[in-house]
């Protein structure tokens, strides 16, 4: 989501430093924080095709290779081929003598075309089929007995370096003392209790490492042809770059080489908070469904910034900026600027759920991912805002006052106009002498806003609803001018 008139002019400082425009940050309601794309956790939510809509479980994605099996892509332009019906006269055949064969009836044959570029897999001399879906003969990879042996090998790893973490780990209890094993429990030895959950054996994944023939780097290279300089070029039958990448397997160089490419599955994300676990978006199941569960976002829980005009900024001079500000809460807010130095550090809270359960739930859970790298980039500083010590009442966000006429123009020196949960002020933007013509001219400008919380605090933790948070953020104004 962006905005067409103001794309990024004005940027918010992400907890982990990035500055993000406001319609592209997540809002962590329990660690009241704003996070960006770059400090939370994505998750595969499911697959599904985006041109039929099927969705399916990620094991059945795998193993299609995360494409769909009955939707195609042009090879030529990538746009989606449609299936099409010709009736076809069947041919005479003359081994039978059968030289009648009007009284036949003509058979429906599919085939597949793009109506972009009308390529159609009759161009490739691909067979047309009795069936409108599926049916398409499959190219084999040509490298599929290698590509296999490769995945065997690196299984074959990842199996043997997992019982060693596991013998190391089993090792430590031992000493301790007060470990049981499930072997001393039940009689069941390692090698049995993998047959029983159908994991290979360790001899068969150390079987699988010493039969591995490693691929051995050469030197020699084959010759060009004869006329590879001499022979003309036909542009119309050599392949793009593209469309020999689109098909890794095959790469084909000529365009009668072209083969439908089966459509990629898509996926539904849904993001965590890194710090605490707690979803900030999660998509509805359905594919048909762009609607969310979960949206957390930045734009629904942090005062909204706009530039509405300014002047060019100078050296040494003062020079006016009008700013729109909204609250998106459904509760009032009271706002203030600063200046960002002037935001006090943030006592910093443990996560307060109950991350104990989840851990002794997630035996082997990698959490080094959690930890959220927090900072401050470096601000602008030859120009600041001179923000009014005054602070001011912003109205909750009211759909219906979108239809009302009734601004209030000139309330006062600082305000311009009021209008529902929106706000103009007039502002003063100074600038150092030191700054140079032409270079860009940012400001850094800091927001302190109260935040009614209505997320039930957790068992234990303190019943506290109404928070003043602090932002950062940067407005583009242009560059200096002389
Ligand atoms: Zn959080
Ligand atoms: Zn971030
Ligand atoms: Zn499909
Ligand atoms: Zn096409």
């Known amino acids: 989501m962006a905005y067409l008139t103001q794309p990024d002019y004005v940027k918010y400082v992400c907890s982990c430093g990035q500055l993000k425009p406001i319609t592209n940050l997540y809002f962590c309601r329990h660690c009241l924080k704003i996070r960006c794309g770059f400090c939370i956790c994505h998750e595969v939510d499911s697959h599904y095709c985006a041109n039929c809509l099927e969705n399916m479980p990620s094991s059945e994605a795998r193993l299609k290779k995360n494409r769909c099996s009955s939707c195609f892509d042009c090879p030529s332009c990538f746009h989606t081929l449609s299936t099409r019906a010709t009736l076809v006269q069947p041919r005479p055949d003359p081994a ?178 890194r710090n605490c676990d707690h979803n900030l978006t999660k998509p509805e199941y359905n594919p048909g469904s762009i609607k969310f569960k979960i949206e957390l976002l930045a734009y629904y829980h942090v005062p909204e910034v706009k530039i509405i ?64 790298i927090e900072r401050q980039p470096a601000l602008p500083t030859a120009s600041r805002v001179l923000a009014p010590d005054t602070s001011f009442t912003l109205a909750q966000r009211d759909d219906a006052a979108e239809y009302d006429d009734d601004t209030q123009h000139d309330t006062s020196d600082i305000i311009l106009w009021r209008k529902s949960n929106k706000l103009a002020l007039r502002l003063q933007v100074q600038t150092d002498d030191t700054a140079k013509p032409g270079e860009p001219a940012r400001v850094a400008v800091a927001l302190e806003y109260s935040y009614r919380n209505t997320v039930p605090p957790a068992a234990n933790a303190p019943p506290r609803t109404d928070h003043t948070l602090y932002t950062t953020l940067i407005l583009d104004l242009g560059v200096v001018a002389e």
């Open 309 to 372: 005009s300014y002047e060019s900024v100078k050296a040494g001079a003062t020079t006016s900026l009008l700013l729109k500000l909204a609250n998106p809460t459904p509760h009032e807010m009271q706002l203030k600027l600063l200046q960002p130095q002037d935001v006090p550090p943030r006592e910093e809270t443990e996560p307060t759920l109950d991350k104990s359960l989840e851990k002794s739930l997630s035996f082997e859970k990698d959490t080094s991912w959690t930890k959220v």
């Open 96 to 273: 039978a003598g059968d030289a009648k064969v009007e009284n036949k009836q003509a058979k429906k044959m599919y085939y597949l075309s793009c109506f972009n570029c009308r390529w159609s897999s009759r161009d490739v001399g691909i067979p047309d089929q009795p069936v409108a879906s599926g049916g398409w003969p499959e190219r084999v990879n040509p490298h599929a007995a290698r590509v296999n042996q490769l995945l065997d090998f690196y299984k074959a790893i990842a199996q043997q370096e997992k019982q060693e973490k596991l013998d190391k780990e089993r090792k430590k209890f031992a000493i301790r003392g007060k470990y049981i094993t499930l072997t001393d429990k039940t009689g069941l030895t390692g090698a049995m209790a993998r047959n029983i959950a159908g994991l290979p054996s360790s001899e068969s994944s150390s079987l699988a490492i010493a039969n591995f023939v490693p691929s051995q780097a050469s030197a020699e290279v084959e010759a060009l042809p004869e006329d590879y300089y001499t022979k003309e070029v036909n542009l119309k039958q050599v392949t793009s770059m593209a469309q020999r990448l689109a098909a890794p397997e095959w790469q084909p160089t000529n365009a009668a080489r072209l083969h439908p490419l089966a459509r990629a599955l898509s996926v539904k994300r849904s993001q965590r908070c």
